[in-house]
């Protein structure tokens, strides 16, 4: 399975190593030797002080002591607890409550979920869907249009075919299509070409779609593309037969709504008929939430599914005249014309009626016309409890201060915000859900940076799953093991752990803002030292399509800084200062299977503004030739579970596959957190001696040691 979100079943942090590499085994005879007595044995208590002091813990796997006099390990039980999961570099995930409201949260999210490929002419699929929720993905998304009669179908397939011979044919086709429909908008169910909501009135509108047998579904599609579509129906039954397999925290299904309002009412029958059981429901006797509610947590939403859709408000009633007042207004400008069907029709002439309107009689009421019904199906409106997408204006708009609503922002938008008001966005998204996405011109689906935008609190980054890059490898490194909910650190976070109700005015209880000084980090922001040696790698997987590989590898630091506002993303202040955060080692010695990197050292020192919690190790393992590197195998660690000492580091391979590949090194760590003691010396520094095969001493020397 590839990776994404780290599956507890499958994440790399539960991996045993079955055998090593003679390089490996040269560098753990040199560890276990220095750990020797003067009769040539290993004592256990010294193995417990060098687990303690360089490990970071006690061993889980190292074997009981049965007698009092029974203290020695030999070197095969030393292997033993090198090749479980006690020495990987990757810690379990701890301290991730489920029990808060649902604005405290990282989610794991997609964007434009249905697409295998690109964002231009990419294939629509339900495996698509059956992929992410099986990694752990709890936020798709679902671009639904209104569905083509069958003839149609048919005479699109007969001009694909004959135009399929090369992509610009295709996509000459296809713009072409759109281009007519929005020269002929008023026979177009869509109406204007672009717009998602125009669609005909009541009036206009056909009987019920349940009474016709052989009737027009939604389909999904990226629209006004040549993307192939998939019918709705078989989106829903795949989010229903995979949601819940892997994890049975709560999935977001988030709409993209292009469709006329009877296309809608066979949504809500689709929807009724696969997820009747895992969707949230208001009770009976209760018309709406109320507006002070507290959102609810995780925990309480296991095995449901929330719709995230634009809420239409039931309309107020309207008042009425009798038609007997109204008609006695008229009577004298009554007249008889004959219908199609030779009744005769009791009319008022217009320049009547338009004076009769333009008069003022004081002992009448207004007459008022009937509203005009809401774009979004009430039925369908209805379905969203907790996620109503709510159109962005401003962060202080009436809606902004309702539990329910959320805002979707493109990376653009939202990184304009955060630069003009990141005291007030960080404030929004404590108490209050948002969801950001690509911009529109990532035509290859590429993705951007997460890390900027979980930074600013942003709890659904959505981002393109089918990509392999940076933004998916991050994604990994956030979510891994954690089923695809992460709590947000703690200067995040609502006011006492609410949502909602009460999250506005800072986010926060007044004594936590005066202890922190007002922070927004929540004073959890410090500097850092990280030195990474790397000893050895094993079994690194080959690029597509060669043999083997010569490796060097690339170490790169994503920092979470304080939500202030940082230049957008791709600037040249942005490269100078990342260019800082990128370490790599030389080609290493052997290929492939047995790699010997000798203790080439990548060093971090000084590096402020860190919030573990919110930083990354990303790990790149590149094949090497002449003139150009490729992309071998790689891995990326959450700083706060980033483990010191000597450690293993299971890698993917470039499709983000699980393989059998991994590093051997030794980390030595030390953070120094803003509100510690000012008056350490050297913060953010780091010594360590690594060991090689020529070198028997173990030694690292830290400040402020962090495991």
């Known amino acids: 399975m590839q990776a994404g979100t780290g599956v507890a079943a499958t994440s790399n942090e539960s991996k045993d190593i079955q055998q090593f590499s003679t390089a490996i085994i040269a560098y753990l005879k040199k560890i276990y030797g220095a750990l020797e007595d003067t009769e040539s044995n290993p004592l256990r208590e010294e193995i417990l002080h060098f687990q303690r002091r360089q490990q970071g813990g006690v061993p889980s796997h190292l074997p009981s002591v049965k007698k009092p006099n029974d203290i020695q390990i030999d070197f095969q039980s030393f292997l033993g607890y090198f090749s479980s999961r006690d020495c990987n570099a990757l810690a379990p995930l701890e301290g991730n409550e489920l029990s808060l409201p649902l604005s405290n949260y990282f989610i794991s999210s997609s964007h434009n979920t249905y697409l295998t490929g690109n964002q231009l002419y990419g294939q629509a699929s339900t495996d698509a869907y059956k992929n992410v929720l099986l990694r752990g993905c709890r936020c798709v998304e679902i671009d639904v249009w209104d569905g083509v009669p069958s003839d149609d179908v048919e005479e699109d397939a007969a001009k694909d075919e004959e135009s399929k011979h090369g992509i610009r044919g295709r996509l000459k086709e296809e713009f072409s299509k759109v281009t007519s429909k929005a020269r002929s908008h008023s026979k177009s169910p869509l109406g204007r070409q672009g717009s998602s909501y125009d669609m005909p009135g009541e009036s206009e509108m056909p009987r019920p779609w349940r009474s016709q047998s052989n009737r027009v579904e939604p389909r999904v599609l990226h629209g006004h593309t040549a993307t192939k579509e998939v019918p709705f129906r078989n989106v829903c039954k795949a989010i229903r037969k995979y949601a819940f397999v892997n994890s049975d925290l709560p999935v977001i299904v988030s709409l993209e709504l292009h469709t006329s309002r009877e296309q809608q009412e066979i949504m809500v029958e689709i929807m009724e008929e696969y997820w009747k059981d895992l969707l949230l429901r208001l009770p009976r006797a209760q018309d709406d939430l109320p507006d002070d509610l507290t959102l609810p947590s995780p925990a309480e939403l296991r095995n449901k599914i929330l719709i995230k859709v634009k809420y239409s408000p039931k309309p107020p009633p309207t008042k009425t005249l009798p038609i007997t007042d109204t008609l006695s207004k008229h009577t004298h400008n009554l007249s008889l014309t004959s219908s199609p069907e030779n009744a ?364």
């Not at 019904?373 to 009436?398: D, E, G, N, V």
């Not at 935008?453 to 933004?471: I, K, P």
């Not at 860190?610 to 790689?634: G, N």
């Open 344 to 707: 005769l029709t009791p009319t008022i002439s217009a320049s009547s009626a338009s004076s009769s309107d333009n008069e003022q009689d004081p002992a009448r009421p207004e007459e008022k016309t009937a509203p005009k019904p809401p774009k979004i199906l009430p039925a369908l409106s209805h379905l969203a409890l907790y996620t109503r997408a709510t159109h962005f204006h401003s962060l202080t708009q009436p809606e902004s201060s309702l539990p329910t609503h959320v805002f979707a922002l493109s990376e653009r938008h939202l990184q304009s915000l955060a630069a003009s008001s990141p005291a007030e966005l960080a404030a929004h998204n404590r108490g209050f859900l948002m969801r950001a996405y690509p911009k529109g011109s990532r035509l290859g689906s590429s993705n951007f940076d997460p890390v900027r935008f979980w930074a600013r609190g942003v709890q659904m980054v959505a981002l393109n799953w089918q990509s392999w890059d940076r933004g998916m490898m991050l994604c990994e490194g956030q979510f891994a093991g954690s089923g695809g909910w992460v709590v947000k650190p703690r200067g995040w976070r609502s006011a006492g752990g609410g949502g909602g109700s009460g999250a506005r005015e800072g986010g926060r209880k007044e004594e936590e803002e005066e202890e922190e000084g007002g922070r927004l980090d929540g004073g959890r922001a410090g500097v850092l030292g990280l030195v990474i040696t790397v000893l050895a790698a094993q079994g690194v997987p080959a690029p597509e399509g060669k043999k083997d590989v010569r490796p060097s590898v690339k170490c790169e630091l994503h920092v979470g800084r304080e939500l202030e506002g940082r230049e957008e993303e791709g600037s040249k202040e942005e490269k100078k200062e990342e260019k800082k955060l990128k370490q790599k080692t030389g080609v290493a010695k052997g290929k492939g299977g047995e790699v010997d990197f000798r203790g080439d050292v990548m060093k971090f020192e000084g590096v402020t503004g860190i919030v573990p919690e919110l930083s990354f190790v990303r790990f790149k393992v590149m094949d090497q030739e002449v003139l150009r590197s490729e992309l071998a195998a790689w891995a990326c660690i959450r700083l706060d579970r980033l483990r010191s000492g000597h450690r293993f580091i299971h890698l993917y391979d470039a499709r983000g596959l699980p393989s059998e590949g991994f590093l051997f090194v030794k980390i030595d760590k030390a953070f120094t957190a803003a509100d510690d003691d000012a008056s350490v010396p050297n913060k953010g520094t780091v010594k360590a001696d690594p060991v090689t095969p020529n070198k028997g001493a173990v030694a690292a020397t830290t400040t402020n040691p962090s495991t």
